[in-house]
């Protein structure tokens, strides 16, 4: 399940990094949860329509962003917490709460980012961060996202996923969170396997750290 938030915006600035002001705001509008430090089965989509400044971001027509997850449930607890307290940061305000049920993505197999991929790995006796271009790449995906299917008992033998080699805006982005910086991938994919499982992905996001930011799909 996913919601859509439009949000009204008091022309503050919002920092470039201010993806730990989200994450925050996401876990107070749950309350008391224990989906922080666990296998994320949810991802949120960054911000849009911000106009870059010399120090961040200005949304002069306001902005909107989604959140999904695998748990409806968990869908719930966020809408009666925004209810509690639309608010958000640097003069953030939800005016709007949209619900969008569960797609049939039968027929479907590219999906658009609304959040970059972040793809890590400890390769031998360090940390690397991997791209869209890397021949490891569609794997880890795959690997990635079989884990978070475990989680809820799913299988499937028919699943495939990998970058979409012919995006013509295909890259990389920095993204620093809490003064770490994080190269993350923006390109569309393809998935292909049984509509539950591109639903799936399309909840849980896809990649690493989706539970701070990353790998949102739409």
């Known amino acids: 399940m996913r919601i859509h938030l ?14 730990p002001l989200l994450v925050g705001t996401i876990h107070k509008w749950l309350g008391h ?24 971001l200005k949304f ?9 997850a695998y748990d409806a449930s968990m869908i ?26 569960d797609p049939n993505l039968t027929n479907r197999e590219l999906f658009y980012i609304a959040s970059p991929i972040f793809i890590s790995r400890r390769i031998g006796d ?6 869209f271009d890397d021949s490891r790449a569609s794997g880890f995906l795959k690997e990635t996202l079989e884990t978070k299917m475990g989680k809820v008992g ?3 033998d028919s699943f495939e996923i990998h970058f979409d080699f012919n995006c013509p805006n295909a890259g990389t982005k920095m993204i620093t969170y809490k003064g770490i910086k ?3 991938n923006w390109c569309s994919v393809i998935i292909k396997g049984k509509p539950e499982t591109k639903l799936f992905a399309w909840n849980v996001g896809l990649g690493n750290s989706t539970g701070i930011g990353f790998g949102a799909i739409k």
Not at 6 to 19: E, L, R
Not at 34 to 54: C, I, M, P, T, Y
Not at 79 to 99: A, H, K, N, W, Y
């Open 126 to 131: 360090k940390i690397e961060q991997i791209f």
């Open 6 to 19: 439009k949000i009204n915006s008091s022309n503050q600035i919002i920092p470039f990094d201010h993806q």
């Open 60 to 68: 002069t027509q306001g902005t909107s962003f989604f959140i999904s």
């Open 154 to 156: 799913m299988y499937d």
């Open 182 to 184: 994080n190269k993350a």
């Open 33 to 56: 949860n224990d989906v922080h430090g666990e296998v994320a089965l949810f991802s949120f989509s960054r911000l849009e329509k911000g106009k870059n400044q010399e120090d961040g």
């Open 76 to 101: 719930k607890k966020l809408v009666s917490g925004i209810q509690r307290d639309p608010t958000m940061f640097c003069g953030l305000t939800v005016m709007e709460i949209i619900i969008e049920e």
